[in-house]
T-cell receptor
């Protein structure tokens, strides 16, 4: 079974600076997708960024980018120019490219932005 | 555009009482639907998923059940709630076309006393 590990329960960063959240996963599959979701205090899960495993190029969405290291099974999220609204729980998630394609989540990292 | 609704938003129920949480999706057809639970301070765990009307797959044995009576309606139920059923319940949907991503509803906070 696939597993996702987020080794940083909490992180903090100064406003306008850059922070990187770590995620590793374990799988024997070659076809899969990786996601970062944000959960603000409202608790709704919001998609931040996604990465297809077959793509070598790292995904980027405005201030958010990933460092996808397929051989190392690592999928870190970099947030540039951190803003107060970035404060939230961040979850890394894995999804198989086969079957019903359920998401497997890590335990989350709580990100605090210091003004 | 697609929208997903969940209700109620908050629920407090006594142990042993029944449960019914509803999720509906608008603006899409034949979605895959998912129920997740998030215990306090933890990540999400998949409970059930459905690829079509009447088709339910259970991921973990538990006190809950799910049903999909209509294409865009997904219901989570229990006949008798346990204290351990407390948590935040999230419904998600996905259509198997690009961008092929699961999108989540606003969630229901369930407290069993």
């Amino acid at each position: 079974a696939q597993t996702v590990t987020q080794s940083q329960p909490e992180m903090s960063v100064q406003e306008a600076e850059t922070v990187t959240l770590s995620c590793t996963y374990d799988t024997s599959e070659s076809d899969y997708y990786l996601f970062w979701y944000k959960q603000p205090p409202s608790r709704q899960m919001i998609l931040v960024i996604r990465q297809e495993a077959y793509k070598q190029q790292n995904a980027t969405e405005n201030r958010f980018s990933v460092n996808f290291q397929k051989a190392a099974k690592s999928f870190s999220l970099k947030i540039s120019d951190s803003q107060l609204g970035d404060a939230a729980m961040y979850f890394c998630a894995y999804r198989s490219g086969q079957g019903a394609q359920k998401l497997v989540f890590g335990q989350g990292t709580r990100l605090t932005i210091n003004p | 555009s697609q929208t997903i609704h969940q209700w109620p938003a908050t629920l407090v129920q006594p142990v042993g009482s029944p449960l019914s949480l509803e999720c509906t999706v608008e603006g899409t057809s034949n979605p895959n639907l998912y129920w997740y639970r998030q215990a306090a301070g933890r990540g999400l765990q998949l409970l059930f998923y459905s690829v079509g009307i009447g088709q339910i797959s259970s991921e973990v044995p538990q006190n809950l059940s799910a049903s999909r009576p209509q294409d865009r309606q997904f219901i989570l139920s229990s006949k008798k709630l346990l204290l351990s059923d407390s948590g935040f319940y999230l419904c998600a949907w996905r259509v198997g076309l690009a961008p092929d991503t699961q999108y989540f509803g606003p969630g229901t906070r369930l407290t069993v006393l």
